[in-house]
T-cell receptor
Framework: DQQVKQNSPSLSVQEGRISILNCDYT??????FLWYKKYPAEGPTFLIS?????DKNEDGRFTVFLNKSAKHLSLHIVPSQPGDSAVYFC??????????????FGQGTRLTINP | GAGVSQSPSNKVTEKGKDVELRCDPI?????LYWYRQSLGQGLEFLIY????????KSGLPSDRFSAERTGGSVSTLTIQRTQQEDSAVYLC?????????????FGDGTRLSIL
């Protein structure tokens, strides 16, 4: 049972346009959501996160939207740049008793920005 | 360096051998996590350590897998009697633990290949 799903394995966007990556989850206990970017042969790099008490968080070109009723979140990148080409992972967690959280990841979406 | 450091970066070994993977977390991070990414798969949680509390081992796939964290800093993931299905990239992450959610920061991983 996959608790976090990224249904689009790949996405191609023209440079300068908006990239929208989507993620759905099933576990209503999740209270923290993150997006990571991954280049080949490197570890995932943290991009942006959002707590379940919010519905939007913005950081520069990156904005994450959370729709709790739909159990859906999305990452918007605008304007898209060639360096944004990478695999993007959505992740979610439910806060554990000890305070630390194990992340549940989606399968990833490969974003390609075309010049 | 300031980031999570993992060694070795690559490891090739024969089926049946034992392997040890090392992780140096970011200084001051009390939580340490191990994940793995098999070919074509998302990241899968293995184990996490939080301060002096008992580790959460719920993601370890079999009793051939074990991990230690000595002195609250460096961690070692050990796989005994390796099998071909253990081939994957093993990723370590660390995070602060505070009253609010904190993102996990990843190392570049150890690519393990079992012949």
């Amino acid at each position: 049972d996959q608790q976090v799903k990224q249904n689009s394995p790949s996405l191609s966007v023209q440079e300068g346009r908006i990239s929208i990556l989507n993620c759905d989850y099933t576990n209503s206990m999740f209270d923290y959501f993150l997006w990571y970017k991954k280049y080949p042969a490197e570890g995932p790099t943290f991009l942006i996160s959002i707590s379940s008490i919010k519905d939007k968080n913005e950081d520069g070109r990156f904005t994450v939207f959370l729709n709790k009723s739909a159990k859906h979140l999305s990452l918007h990148i605008v304007p898209s740049q060639p360096g944004d080409s990478a695999v993007y992972f959505c992740a979610a967690s439910a806060k554990g008793i000890q305070g630390a959280q194990k992340l549940v990841f989606g399968q990833g979406t490969r974003l390609t920005i075309n010049p | 360096g300031a980031g999570v450091s993992q060694s070795p970066s690559n490891k090739v070994t024969e089926k049946g051998k034992d392997v040890e993977l090392r992780c140096d977390p970011i200084s001051g991070h009390t939580a340490l996590y191990w994940y793995r990414q098999s070919l074509g798969q998302g990241l899968e949680f293995l184990i996490y350590f939080q301060g002096n509390s008992a580790p959460d081992k719920s993601g370890l796939p079999s009793d051939r897998f074990s991990a230690e964290r000595t002195g609250g800093s460096v961690s070692t993931l050990t796989i005994q009697r390796t099998q071909q299905e253990d081939s994957a990239v093993y990723l370590c992450a660390s995070s602060l633990v505070t009253w609010s959610n904190q993102p996990q920061h990843f190392g570049d991983g150890t690519r393990l290949s079992i012949l």
